[in-house]
């Protein structure tokens, strides 16, 4: 960042003078307000929540028989929450100051099958495209059984269609697998300085169906 830009960044939110210091900073966005009142500024309604919930309970067992992993949630990609004593004593001693209760951790950097937090948002974009195609195809209705999208049938049907993203891992990692597992085409264009893991990760045969 130039000069120039730092100063006018530092005059128009003058706590970032503190930030730059390494001062402990507290901020508190003044643009906070009641969820009933700002969700219709984001584009989605509590009908959009509703419905994605209901479109992710509708494919649950789909993913549970799709990927064991995810069986023993039955089907709901979740992660564990889990207690951190280690580092609860590790900031104890480094503040100098007793932290009441548990110290927790949301493990969604192990969420199943694609193992990071886009494991949510990239697999359900997929299944949403994919049950679009399979409704207005009649080859599907909301009340189905889910796991029928399992059969031969209806890997014939989505091999006809084409999924591409580019990513630098992540997003990658979860849209490739999911639309390759259920039977879509998908091109993954990763960045050249995509860890060589997810790469691997997200060519896996098993995660194909092969």
Known sequence: MKHADLTTLTATFPLVQDLIALKETTW????TTALAEGLPYVGLTADDVQDAH???QRFA???A???PETAASGGIIESEVVAIP??????????GQPIS????LKKDSHLPISGSIKARGGIYEV???AEKLALEAGLLTTADDYRKLLTPEFKQFF????????????LGMSIGIMSARIGFKVTVHMSADARAWKKSQTAQPRRNGG
């Open 101 to 104: 209760g548990e110290l927790l």
């Open 54 to 56: 209901a479109r992710l």
């Open 28 to 31: 508190f966005n003044p643009a």
């Open 61 to 63: 067992p789909y993913l």
């Open 127 to 129: 299944l949403t495209h």
């Open 65 to 67: 028989a799709a990927f």
């Open 86 to 95: 280690a580092m609860k004593r590790s900031l104890e001693q480094k503040f």
């Open 159 to 170: 091999s006809q269609f084409s999924i591409a993203v580019g990513s630098t891992g992540n």
